[in-house]
């Protein structure tokens, strides 16, 4: 073998017994296979039990994931306190955005077309069109997140802490 070659591998070995893992946030389904991940840096909205037996939401970025509790925004948040985490659907998401473009778009071209051709500004059937994408843009921002309640029966949410696991190099 080369010294080349000998270098190289030497740097991956290197490389490689230097790798940490980090820990995970688990919402998973028992019994299932369906189960979403959040790592550090993640954006996330919870529902919290504070100690007045309020339920608090917070959402924000993971700053950091430990072996009992999380923090986000400076708030330091034990796993066993969160009673449901909340999950954009990105189609819903994406068709509140559409409509609400489609109502901006509305407004820009029609109405000042309707000034130059000395039409009503809003005439009947653009009020029907607008008062439908303002409904339906309202109606998709109502269903856009989904909540999972954790309850260890139909979702549980646990932390995988890799940090446990030491590399054989």
């Given at each position: 073998?080369?010294?080349q070659?000998?270098?190289?591998?030497?740097?991956?070995?290197?490389?490689?017994?230097?790798l940490?893992?980090?820990n995970?946030?688990?919402?998973?389904?028992?019994?299932?296979?369906?189960?979403?991940?959040?790592?550090?840096?993640?954006?996330?909205?919870?529902?919290?039990?504070?100690?007045?037996n309020?339920?608090?939401?917070?959402?924000?970025?993971?700053?950091?994931?430990?072996s009992?509790?999380?923090?986000?925004?400076?708030?330091?948040?034990?796993?066993?306190?969160?009673?449901?985490?909340?999950?954009?659907r990105?189609?819903?998401?994406?068709?509140?955005?559409?409509?609400?473009?489609?109502?901006?778009?509305?407004?820009?071209?029609?109405i000042?077309?309707?000034i130059?051709?000395?039409?009503?500004?809003?005439?009947?059937?653009?009020?029907?069109?607008?008062?439908?994408?303002?409904?339906?843009?309202?109606?998709?921002?109502?269903?856009?997140?989904?909540?999972?309640?954790t309850?260890?029966?139909?979702?549980?949410?646990?932390?995988?802490?890799?940090?446990?696991?030491?590399?054989?190099?």
């Open positions: 073998m080369s010294i070659k000998t270098y190289i591998i030497l740097i991956l070995i290197i490389c490689i017994s230097s940490q893992a980090q995970i946030l688990l919402l998973e389904k028992p019994g299932k296979i369906k189960n979403y991940k959040y790592k550090k840096g993640d954006e996330i909205h919870l529902s919290i039990l504070t100690n007045y309020i339920l608090e939401n917070i959402s924000g970025k993971i700053k950091k994931i430990n009992n509790n999380l923090l986000i925004n400076n708030n330091k948040i034990s796993v066993k306190d969160i009673k449901c985490v909340y999950r954009e990105f189609f819903v998401s994406f068709m509140e955005r559409a409509c609400y473009n489609a109502i901006l778009g509305y407004f820009i071209f029609i000042p077309n309707n130059i051709n000395n039409d009503k500004i809003i005439n009947k059937n653009d009020a029907i069109i607008i008062s439908s994408l303002i409904s339906s843009t309202a109606m998709f921002g109502l269903i856009k997140e989904k909540k999972y309640i309850d260890n029966k139909k979702w549980r949410i646990k932390i995988l802490d890799f940090k446990d696991y030491k590399s054989n190099f």
